[in-house]
């Protein structure tokens, strides 16, 4: 262990006064950043103007970090609780918490011709994770452009739909905060019943559910697509996450369909057509976007469970949903191939994948497993409620997917705490260890190989 060096602290502290920088990994100034940002949502939520009657510290901090973290939990109705005010910062924080403040400070750098610097260099590549500047700069631009474009078009039919029922400005509020929150997989509504009174609305299912997809495959692959716009010319990274996703939504649905149809609590009552939108949004919300047009309370136990491990699959890389990702479990299933029929390279689509790559995935898979295994031993102390809710609850959470069954309302503080600090972990804790894995110095020294038993 090195002594501490209180010169070398001196000469640290001048530097910090002198420059006003601190020497902080990328993670680190990420971690702040978004903690900065759900501390400044919290006291603003908490403020008179922006709640009906009154709302607890600790209630505007659950809501912050759930709209930062883009997870969609909450312990109170955001419609009868939140002013119009109230919100629109909640649709403010879950933009900004979505794209990502680098997004923003990036671009806001490029359009004041700023150069960036080293350190911020280092921090949107470790936010992207990217290598190259030049791509940090493009991925940055694309991003907010697709956003944009994307959420314009949704706003747009969502308006003119609910114009039909509603006044105009009343749909129109409907139209943006749905549209936003659906890009952006955050799962957060203006109705109590989330989207149940729409479960056979055919729009709102389909568009819901694209906006939620397009969010959750990544802008890596959306520019790629949009770029290359032929299958052959797209990357090997690209095809994957493309097929994958394909594969996951069209089993889930198969599955959650056959699972449910015969359930009184969920879609036995529906037509045959409302059964199958109502399986297809509740498979694609599963990929961490949080929405429900059936109670999830009132699922079978082995939904429950087929849902959990969509949950923790979750969307592509350098997208708005979170979960291990696709990239990382097709990784895993690669690996487990391989090593089965003694392949000698991890290959995918005629690829190699690198031994680093494999490294990095097995260790987000056990570090998540095990805050889930954590979480949910530390909830079942405080909460009375079935283990399969506080299990569901926990996961929902560490892969911010904003779906509960009917857990959220009725956590004790200790709980809503673990909750918070869960989201946080679960929205930025992938990137701090593949950026800490990714930098870790390699050592000289090597030593003996030995035979140890496993399996």
């Not at 004790?412 to 679960?426: C, D, K, T, Y």
């Given at each position: 262990m090195r002594n501490w060096d209180p010169r070398q602290s001196l000469r640290h502290y001048h530097h910090v006064k002198r420059t006003g920088r601190l020497n902080a990994s990328p993670p680190a100034v990420l971690a702040a950043g978004f903690i900065t940002l759900i501390l400044v949502g919290a006291l603003l939520l908490w403020m008179p103007f922006s709640n009906q009657q009154g709302i607890s510290p600790l209630t505007a901090l659950f809501s912050a970090a759930s709209a930062v973290t883009i997870t969609g939990l909450s312990t109170v109705d955001i419609s009868s609780t939140y002013t119009p005010l109230g919100?629109?910062?909640?649709?403010?924080?879950?933009?900004?918490?979505?794209?990502?403040?680098?997004?923003?400070?990036?671009?806001?750098?490029?359009a004041l011709g700023k150069r960036i610097s080293l350190k911020h260099q280092a921090l949107a590549q470790a936010a992207f994770n990217q290598t190259s500047i030049a791509t940090v700069r493009q991925t940055a631009r694309t991003t907010i452009k697709i956003t944009l474009t994307i959420e314009a078009i949704a706003i747009g039919i969502f308006t003119v739909w609910w114009w039909r029922e509603t006044d105009f400005y009343t749909a129109l509020?409907?139209?943006?905060?749905?549209?936003?929150?659906?890009?952006?997989?955050?799962?957060?509504?203006l109705t109590s019943t989330h989207l149940t009174n729409y479960v056979d609305d055919p729009v709102l299912v389909i568009g819901t559910t694209l906006l939620v997809i397009i969010g959750g495959i990544g802008f890596t692959v959306l520019n790629d697509i949009r770029q290359k716009k032929a299958w052959k010319t797209l990357a090997p990274y690209t095809k994957i996450v493309l097929l994958g996703t394909a594969a996951l939504n069209l089993t889930g649905f198969a599955l959650i369909w056959l699972l449910e149809y015969d359930n009184p609590n969920?879609?036995?009552?529906?037509?045959?057509?409302?059964?199958?939108?109502?399986?297809?949004?509740?498979?694609?919300?599963?990929?961490?976007?949080?929405?429900?047009?059936?109670?999830?309370?009132?699922?079978e136990d082995s939904t429950t469970l087929v849902m959990m491990l969509y949950m923790f699959i979750g969307g592509g890389s350098l997208s708005l949903a979170s979960g291990i990702k696709i990239g990382t479990f097709i990784v895993l299933m690669a690996a487990a191939w391989s090593y089965i029929f003694q392949r000698p390279q991890v290959t995918l689509l005629k690829r190699a994948i690198s031994a680093d790559t494999v490294q990095k995935s097995l260790a987000l898979l056990l570090i998540m497993a095990t805050l889930i295994f954590c979480g949910t031993l530390i909830m079942t102390l405080f909460e009375p409620a079935p283990f399969i809710s506080i299990l569901f609850e926990v996961v929902s959470a560490i892969t911010t997917t904003g779906l509960s069954r009917d857990l959220t309302p009725t956590l004790?503080?200790?709980?809503?705490?673990?909750?918070?600090?869960?989201?946080?972990?679960?929205r930025l804790g992938p990137l701090t260890l593949i950026y800490s894995l990714s930098t870790q110095h390699k050592g000289l020294v090597r030593y003996p190989e030995t035979t140890f038993q496993v399996g």
């Open positions: 919100q629109a910062i909640l649709l403010v924080l879950v933009q900004i918490g979505g794209l990502g403040f680098i997004t923003f400070s990036i671009v806001t750098a490029l509020g409907r139209g943006i905060f749905h549209g936003i929150m659906a890009f952006n997989n955050a799962g957060m509504s969920t879609l036995e009552p529906l037509s045959l057509s409302g059964q199958a939108l109502a399986a297809w949004l509740q498979n694609v919300s599963t990929r961490t976007a949080g929405f429900n047009s059936v109670d999830i309370a009132g699922l004790s503080a200790p709980s809503q705490f673990l909750v918070i600090f869960l989201m946080f972990v679960g």
